[in-house]
């Protein structure tokens, strides 16, 4: 949906749902204390995976959040308990086990997972998130090159651009995982001619240099203090020129997860020393704010707020 203007004075605040009102419903249906509601949980899961119909963008958003949500629940088993050969189940599941192997860096049965994600696939063909999952597993397990590249192939050719596919991709070819900065450049090199400028996939060669830029601060030393020439080499202050001017017109993006690719914007062009640009990106947040990639120089919520404010003021300066 077409992303509209906000107001700068609204309070900060994470919204792993970003502009999805019904998702952000059904999270606060499921945080909900003091009931036992596992079987109604479920419920409300597949009902609403089930609504979401085909539209894979907006399936692949939902589906991430909320197994990020619930991970740390039985929802999942036991709804894949009651329904051991649903595709939605088996899916939701696969996606679980991810959102949980991500964080330890270990998949706790990574045979099932993949068995898990076969059957879905094998149940509907034409759904992108098995293969997308299983692109999880192969960050995690560190598959060969040429088994990733032909889970690769399934995944994008159902869905081309999906947003979830490169940025699994981009986990895998990562130097923090296995892989190495030149892999990264090297993918990004090949895929962007290829990606429309508005594409849900669009802000990838953004992520990768937003992540290059983190892990050269991470590193300290004469690394981190020239972390910030980053931005002003070829091709990468291209890619943050043309984002800062085409990605805030109001109806650019239409993605499940636009909200999240205006936070890396804004985010990069304040690291690159731009905050004045950045005006027209939190403007379109309307104060939704993502975990990453704030948070890797504090409180995710209290650094966009600051960054926000210092936007705001250097914004107000230059008109003068």
């Not at 960050?139 to 032909?150: F, G, N, P, W």
């Amino acid at each position: 949906m077409p992303i509209l203007p906000g107001r700068l004075n609204q309070t900060p605040h994470l919204a792993p749902e970003l502009d999805d009102a019904d998702l952000g419903r059904l999270l606060r249906q499921l945080n909900k204390p003091g009931r036992m509601k596992r079987v109604l949980d479920v419920a409300l899961i597949s009902a609403f995976l089930d609504g979401t119909g085909n539209d894979w963008d907006r399936r692949s958003h939902r589906i991430s959040v909320l197994a990020q949500f619930v991970a740390a629940t039985e929802i999942a088993s036991a709804w894949l308990a009651q329904e051991p050969h649903s595709a939605d189940a088996l899916v939701f599941h696969s996606w679980v086990d991810l959102a949980r192997g991500l964080r330890t860096r270990r998949l706790e049965d990574a045979s099932q997972m993949v068995s898990n994600c076969y059957e879905a696939a094998d149940l509907r063909p034409d759904d992108p998130l098995p293969w997308i999952a299983l692109l999880g597993a192969a960050r995690i397990e560190r598959y060969r090159q040429r088994d990733v590249d032909s889970i690769w192939r399934e995944a994008t050719g159902r869905d081309r651009w999906n947003r979830e596919a490169y940025l699994q991709m981009l986990g895998y070819l990562s130097p923090q995982e296995g892989g190495s900065s030149p892999q990264v450049l090297d993918f990004i090199d090949v895929v962007r001619p290829r990606i429309p400028a508005d594409a849900p996939c669009a802000a990838a060669e953004l992520t990768a240099y937003v992540r290059q830029y983190q892990g050269l601060v991470g590193q300290g030393g004469v690394q981190a203090l020239t972390a910030r020439e980053l931005w002003i080499g070829q091709p990468v202050a291209a890619a943050l020129d043309k984002a800062s001017v085409m990605w805030v017109k109001p109806d650019f993006f239409g993605h499940a997860a636009a909200l999240a690719d205006l936070n890396v914007l804004a985010y990069a062009l304040c690291a690159a020393g731009r905050a004045p640009d950045a005006a027209g990106a939190f403007r379109l947040l309307r104060a939704k704010v993502t975990y990453w990639p704030w948070h890797f120089d504090g409180a995710a919520v209290t650094e966009f707020e600051q960054q926000r404010a210092r936007s705001t003021r250097s914004r107000s300066r230059r008109t003068f």
